[in-house]
Each structure stands twice: as C-alpha cells, then as structure tokens.
C-alpha cells in the first residue's frame, strides 16, 4: 500500500475546483497550517474529504458554490488536526466508564456511579475504580503534598446499584470494594463475612462495609467477573471514546490495543461512525504474523495503518520499575525492571532476546516503537538500534522511541544520528514532577523530559497523551495540557513558578509540529496529513483562542470549537 495519496488523485482534485465547488469552505478564520511555505492563511476549501486549497478569504470564497457549506471562523483559530502518538483506546474506553482516580469525596463518588448506571443495562457489571492515585501526591503538586485519603464509601451506592454488580479496587490493588449485590453472588454473608485470604473491613455492627484486603479478594471474584466485555459494551465504550477525542480536535492516533479494538475500528469504518485515524500497533512478539500475512510499513488505507510493533523494554515510573544505571533514591536496592521479552522464564535478563525479536522484525519492513523510561533502559535501547544498522544495514526506519522519558547526558547526542523520532507525552511532567525528584534525586531529573535536549540532539519530536494513564496517574487525551506542559514546565496549578528544569521548555510552535506534522512523520504519512496543504487530508482543529496570543499558562484552558475529519464535521460546540 502507497505511503501517500496517488499522486495522479491529487492532481485530479485540483483540477476539479474549475469544473465542481468545494464541499466545505471555512473563511475569516487565523489559520496555522505548519507548512512553512505557507504558515499562515484566512481560509481553506475542501472537496470530497481532502483540501482543495488554502489562501485568502475571498480566493476560497471564489471556489464555493450552490450546495456547499460556508462557515465564518469569526476570526478563529486553526490548526491541523491534532495526531495523538501514543493512546491505549480500548483500555481508555473502558477507563472512561468507571474512573474514580482523582475522586476525593464521596459525593464525586456517587455521582460517577449515577453516570455509569445511565449507560448500563441491568445485571452488567461495574468494574474499574482505581481510586486513591492522588492521596499521597495531591494532583497539580509538584511534590510533597498530599490530601485527606479517599476510600469509598459502598452503602452510598448499595441500593442504587442493587441490579449491577460493582467490584472495584484501588489503583495499587491493596484495597478492592464490591458492592451488596457482587458480595452475594461471590457468596459472602453479610453479617458474618469469610472467605480464604481476604480481609473483610467491617462497621460498627460486625457486618461488611464492602471494602476488602489479602491475597484471596481476586480468587473470590474470579469467576463472576467477565474476562472481557460484550462485542456490544465495548462497541458503545468506543463511540463514547471517539466522541471525547473529537471534543479536544484529535484527528488521528496510534494505537496499541487488542485485536477486538481493531475489530471494533473495521466494524465504525463499514458504518462511517470512525471519527478518527488510526495507526495501530501490535506488539512485538507478533511480527511473524504480520509477516506472514504481508503487513508492512503502509499497509492499510487512510483510516486504518498497520504495520508497526510495540515493544516494551522495562517498567514505568510510577510503579518504581523503570529501569536505571543507579538505583533509586527512595529505594536504595530497586535499580527497576526488565519487561517479558527481555528475561527468561526465571526472571533473569537474556543477552540478545529482545534483539533478536527486533531485528527480525525490521528484516520484515515492520516499524519498531519500543517502550523506554530509565536511563539504563534508553541507552540499551540505543544500543540496540546501532546492532540494527551494523546488522540489517542503515535505512530510514523512523524507529520511534517510545516515552525517551530519562535519558544520560551521554546519550542525547546519539538521537539525531541514529535517526530517532522521540515519541513523547509531554503532560507526564505536569503529573509525574509530584514524584520525580523523590525518586531518583535532582540530578537525574535534569534528563527527565528533556524536550528542548530531544530536540537539539537531533530527534524528531511527537507528542500523545498516553490516555488513559497508568496503574498511578491519569493522562486525559486533552492536546492542550501537552502543549501547556511542554511549553511551562509546570503542573497544572502553575508549579513551581519559574517551570521545572526550565531550560527544557519549547516553543509554541515547535510543541504544535510535534502535535501534528511530527506525528504524521513518525507514520510515514507526513504527505496525507499533518498540515494544512492542498491534496492533504481534511482533518482540521478549529479552538477557542489564539494560543499565539495568549500566555503559554493560559494554553491548558482552550477549548476546541469545532473538529473536522475527512471534510466532515465531527464535533461543533459553537
């Protein structure tokens, strides 16, 4: 499959503009269009799903006619439509049902039971929770702060919920919660709870609050809990997904997610209900099935592209399990962890396994994306990467570093001549400065979310959200935390002042490229996407301020006015 659009189609387009109208023209609007022949225009036309032209108000007034739809921006500004490199969808769907991470009251408690029992049928369950992410490092703090802990509280909600079983935990699993209904059928007597390994909490009459502890709370549900969800349920956790990314202008993703997921995305295409782009990604250990089914770089269409891997190489951060040179500060015998396909069945690192499933991969015309957080962890990494040219010979791979979260001053300098694109989610600082420094001291945090040493080594900067997060923090797909954290430093309460290592803070416009054309690049596909160009897709942001013309602390507040995908709009809340 073409890496572009045929260049013939291109030309075809064009010319119809003499002998048909543009679709869709949006005019008096302040657009940014990241080519850099043309970075600036008031207007653009499009014609079945692709843009026809971008200039002056009236040149794409001049290309409309009877039946096309005129829209006045009123000044407004654009962008191309922001390209999410790095979204876990089918987990961020099913997060989006039950999410109380960041819940503090029992009030944000119930109220967030209500929501998910208007968009349940009776008898379904309710899973998820993970609450209590946010007690000992209080959201918007850059360390050291903390709140009143949060435990829900199960005879708020017992009755409400009498006909959805709900069984929930905390975000580190020390602590599970089942209501009345789920404790009945796990076969638990209320009023004189018992079962083997668990800890029931009680109240002051002896009888179980719901809340639960031990080795044995999993064991107790296993059974009644579902493996997976209906083809059904998840269907509608996807179209309530694609609607919250259309609300915050993400035209495209790269996705990592189970083959249901992409299932589902083949199912929306059939009934034009996929409102964005995807780029999906199997994982590592998958590259001879994509092989043998001739999946390669490209395959695919504008809607669906495969063929790229992901890999992980060691843990994350907010677990402690990512993988450094020098243990941790907080915990002087954890030096982190090596991922599955990095260790034998004993635990034990394997010399050359993990190179070995990413040299066959790249022999098989597969993009590598390989998950690295520790500096021990980037700098094997590299390492591996120049096996690779020694090995499979120099070639462009666009090989996609995924995270570069900590990185040795050494290393920097290696990003540019290895050809490097640094696939980054800049809000990660924003929430993970309430740890960082803790964790692996001041010095090492000079090469934590080094944007500005990404850049000057030579890396070719994307950015995601990693929505929906971790076992430990919330990552919201919202673009403009991105741009806000990557141009700030700082939390989201404007911690610390002066912005956190403030010398790795980037332009506005070097953030928005790694939102847009930078990711079409890091999938080949920097000529369909990722400017405001004729003969390029359609898909368009349009936001409720100029983040030109405002503070970069005032970027987290914008709003997106209208998404367009494909010519069509997907979103409007004007």
Known sequence: MSRTLPVLLVIALLAGCQSGSADLVLHNGDLWTANPDQPQAEAVAIKDGLILAVGSSDEMLDLAGR?????????AFATPGFNDTHVHFGSAARFLEFNIMRTGTQEEFAQRVDDVLS???????????????????????????????????MSLINERTAEYPMFIRKFNNSEFAANRTAMELAGVDIEN??????????????????????LGVRALFADLTPDDFSMQRRMNQTRNALEVAARFG???????SDDTQLEIYRALVETDELSLRVHFRYFLDRWSELQADGIGVGSGDEWIRLGALKGHIDG??????????EPYDHDPTNYGRWRQLMVGENGEFVEGQFLGYMLRADSSDLQLSIHAIGDEANHLLMNYLEDLNRVNGEQERRFRLVHAQVIADADFERLGDLGIVAEVQPFHLSDDMRWMEERIGTERSRGAYAFKRLLDGGAVLAFGSDWPGTSAA?????PMLGLYAATTRQTLSGQPEEGWFPEERISLEEALKAYTINGAYSTFEEDIKGSLEPGKLADIAVLDADLFEIPHEAIKDVNVDMTIVDGRIVYDAR
């Open 67 to 75: 039946s096309t739809q005129v829209i006045d921006l009123e000044g």
């Open 316 to 325: 994350i951060m907010g677990t402690s399990s990512a993988r450094f040179f």
């Open 474 to 478: 919330e990552y919201p797909i919202n």
């Open 250 to 256: 993400v035209t495209s993703l790269s996705d990592m």
């Open 193 to 214: 709870p018992s079962a083997p390994g668990v800890a029931f909490e009680l109240d002051e009459d002896g009888h179980a609050t719901g809340i639960m502890r031990g």
């Open 119 to 153: 968009r349940l049928e009776p008898g379904e369950w309710i899973l998820g929770g993970m609450w209590g992410a946010y007690d000992q490092w209080t959201e918007g703090s850059s360390g050291g702060e903390a709140r009143e802990p949060f435990k829900p509280d």
